[in-house]
């Protein structure tokens, strides 16, 4: 694509995650570097259009996904619907050609989502995962020591992840979709912690095997509590526990790394200045070194070209990736095949609950 060519933008799906990146879209627009239109957006409830309508100024607003997918001045579809609705969205959107980036999880079902994978793989578009955590500073620093070696290999892990259950029964005028399993396809698992499966996989490289346990305590037929261990074909083994609770207002990430020759601690939110951020690195013979979260912020952004930028989600960078993919005409990251390996370990560790025994990851990845 040349580099005057104003590239223009729909949304279909306008819930929280489309408020989310209609927000971003909108500060893209109004910085103006990557030269996008905010084109149209659409969602079944009028309520919704209203609310992304004051997140960003789509020139055409409805209630159909089709009109949004196939509007002549729509180049790229951003698609936050609920995951019950990627597929036939995704299969849309590549029928007309056009740039696609999918909110993550893919599908409700592995089978789903590798039949997406396949189909992108034969089409010639820009087509991102809305893994955004990919883009959170802390992460990035701890991919860098591990990629550096400056601590020596990694050895093990522990991760805890833990938020409120996302339905109305917590958080009044919440949609209710992700406690229905024909819709969501999981719970705490598919629907939260498949960002920490993309996140260990990008750090630690491809999965080998996962044995797991899930209990569904708060009464929905997905489950709400999840306990994996992990192996990777680097070595690596570790433990992801994720939660979803009743304590509203709590988002958070936390995530150990242990080293031959040092620790590192990181605790992450969703959102940009968040009060829980830490991050801490212990050397052998050493004090801990505590890194504020603000400087690692400022230097993620000096490096991006982005100084001085404030926003309150980290989806904005995974919104600009984007945009710069297409300008650029490069592979996006994270693109469909690493949220292939993604699901396939959330597969495996359904998998693996059911049956009470570890369950090979490898042959999960293979495609059909």
Known sequence: MEGDTTIGVGLVGCGMIGQIHAAGLAQLVAEGETGIRAVAAADPSRDMLERVASNCSFARLGTDPAEVVDDPEVDAVVIGAP????????????????????????APTFDAAREL??????????????????????????????DSGELGAPMGFTLRDDQYFPAGDFVPGHSDWRSKKALAGGGALLEHSIHSADILA?????????????RNVLGYDVEDTAALTLEYESGVVGNLVTI???VTGREERRL??????????L???????????????QRPASPAEEIAPGDLLAEHLEALGLAGRSFPFFQYLADRSFILSIRRGTCPGPGFPDALVAHATVEAAYRSAATGAPVAITAELLPS
Request: glycine share 8%; hydrophobic share 45%; charged share 20%.
């Open 244 to 246: 979803f609770n009743g």
């Open 202 to 214: 990008w750090i630690f490289g491809p999965p080998s095997w996962v044995f797991a346990a899930t």
């Open 83 to 106: 995951t019950a609705a990627h597929r036939e969205l995704v299969h849309r959107v590549l029928d007309a050609g056009k740039h696609l980036y999918c909110e993550k999880p893919l």
């Open 256 to 265: 150990e790394v242990f080293f031959e020759r040092g620790v590192v601690e």
């Open 267 to 281: 605790t992450t939110d969703f959102l940009v200045g968040a009060p829980e951020e830490r991050f801490l690195v």
């Open 117 to 146: 994978c396949e189909r992108v793989a034969t089409v010639g578009v820009v087509a991102q995962v809305g893994f955004h955590s990919r883009f959170h500073p802390m992460i990035c620093r701890l991919k860098a020591i591990v």
